[in-house]
């Protein structure tokens, strides 16, 4: 038996990739001011920056998009999505957006007065933000152990049910317009949350009469993870265990680039009526036609083929074991990372890692730079500079609890050497981890300040 699962694909097309000199890349990340979103991505070897709108298409999601039908109005690319949505997700109503965080904005602008609350496990950046700039104060009531980083627990994504009621009694439900949960949890490690724990999440909102709306990026991912760990699921397919979860909302936000296995796409399902109202209103304003939201009709029709591709379970157990495969070269070599492997990254524990470097001093800033020197890779950080700030009162730095790089897995794209040659690059920099230094900001933008900060090296 082989400790893996070979690719259940072959290849058919291909896309170029070199690894650039040591001198090239020197070059290329002092003039990026060391912040890998300015790196170009022909600088790039392999490019594990995300998950998102990275993957690569089946030749039936191609053949599908040349049925594309390009009508403004009640395309049959819109129907064919709609019956896909509808079999999958079971909501009422279903309109396109362009990506995850259009059907957020919608979903803010409709339902968030300022100065309410939206309780999560752990919202992602772009749910943050929409929920800020609309005046509402995002909430993560995440089970502790999500903190953990070695803490190896079947579903560490989980909602903190105690907190979650205890919250919703203290600040009360009119207060709340509307609570989610994001599965997997991506900012916690890509962790998935349990069937038993969905249910408790409905309860308790639904007990106090808030909508409960899901996050639903990685879906299938999830839904697999229910039926490898969870009791009762294993004899289910992924469809059965996806209807089940969403059963339990009352809508959802989606953004397609994951497990809709598209280049571009998202969104929105609710079962409200007076809501959707409001959803088509705003929706036409912002994002365009109820029928198309944003997105050419050869779009839709590569996310309904890819919807019903993410749910193959021969597709997720290679997915989920491409991760697990990394995360077991990554331990053997002493590279500390979140445990188990997430669903669709692993997240080195760069904290860990740089344990010589102090948190002003981005130690995970520090190991995302290093791993683009030493061998042409792009993670990203998820720490300090993508999820701290500075006290509005104060002024003193506020550090999130982990400081952690993250490699997402493009789906369908890298294969298993690729995957070694990442392995290999990250413990020869285990080797002499105080061979990096830190990195110094040198310029902070106010709000998702990670993709634009620019940084500074300080000496080893
Ligand atoms: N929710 C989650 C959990 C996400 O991971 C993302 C995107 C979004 C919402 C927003 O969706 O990008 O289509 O607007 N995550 C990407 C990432 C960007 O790299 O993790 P979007």
Redesign the pocket.
């Known amino acids: 038996m082989t400790n893996y699962i070979p690719e259940p694909f072959r290849i058919k097309m291909i896309e170029p990739i070199h690894l650039i000199s040591l001198e090239a890349r020197e070059a290329a990340l002092k003039r990026a001011k060391f912040n890998i979103f300015n790196l170009r991505s022909d600088e790039v070897y392999i490019d594990l ?5 990275t993957g690569a298409m089946s030749q039936s999601q191609w053949a599908a998009m040349l049925e594309g039908d390009e009508s403004y109005a009640g395309a049959r690319s819109y129907e064919r999505l709609s019956q896909v949505v509808k079999e999958i997700f079971g909501f009422k109503h279903f309109v396109p957006t ?7 904005n919608i979903l803010t602008a409709i339902a968030l007065k300022p100065g309410q609350f939206v309780p999560s496990n752990m ?5 943050e933000g929409n929920i800020l700039a609309r005046g509402g104060k995002p909430v993560n009531l995440v089970d502790e152990v999500a903190f953990k980083p070695e803490a190896i627990v079947d579903f560490k994504g989980n909602m903190d049910l105690s907190k979650l009621r205890a919250f919703i009694q203290e600040k009360g439900a009119t207060n709340i317009p509307f609570g989610m949960i ?6 916690g490690g890509g962790q998935p949350v349990s069937m038993e724990n969905l249910k408790g999440v409905s309860k308790i909102y639904h007990e106090f009469g808030i909508p409960f709306i899901i ?1 639903a ?2 879906f299938a991912e999830n839904a697999y993870f229910i039926k490898l760990r969870e009791t009762g699921y294993s004899k289910k397919s992924i469809l059965e265990i996806a209807k089940e979860t969403f059963s339990l909302a009352d809508g959802v ?6 497990d809709g296995l598209a280049n ?3 969104f929105l399902c609710l079962n409200d009526d007076a809501w959707f109202e409001k959803v088509r209103a705003e929706l036409i304003l912002r994002e365009g036609f109820v029928t198309y939201g944003g997105l050419a009709g050869r779009d839709l029709d590569a996310i309904a083929v890819g919807l019903m591709e993410a749910l193959e379970e021969g597709y997720l157990a290679y997915r989920v074991g491409q991760t697990k495969y990394l995360s077991e070269q990554l331990l053997a070599s002493g590279v500390p990372i979140v445990q188990p492997a997430g669903g ?2 692993i997240y080195v524990d760069a904290a860990k890692m740089l344990s010589h470097l102090k948190r002003d001093q981005f130690p995970g800033q520090a190991l995302t730079i290093a791993l683009y020197r030493e061998g042409g890779i792009r993670g ?1 950080e998820i720490g300090a500079v993508a999820f701290g700030h500075d006290d509005p009162d104060t002024g003193a730095p506020v550090y999130p609890e982990l400081e952690l790089v ?1 490699l ?1 897995l493009p789906r369908r794209v890298y294969t298993q050497s690729h995957l070694d040659y990442v392995a290999d690059i990250l413990a020869q920099l285990q080797k002499k981890p105080k061979a990096i230094g830190g990195v110094k900001m040198t310029r902070a933008p106010k709000l998702l300040r990670h993709f634009s900060a620019e940084f500074e090296l300080l000496s080893p």
Do not use: W
Request: charged share 20%.
């Open positions: 920056l995300t998950d998102s709108g362009h990506q995850g965080r259009a059907a957020e919202h992602f950046d772009t749910t994001t599965i997997t949890n991506n900012a996050d990026c990685r936000t989606m953004s397609a680039k994951k571009i796409g998202g669709h990254a990203v993250r997402a």
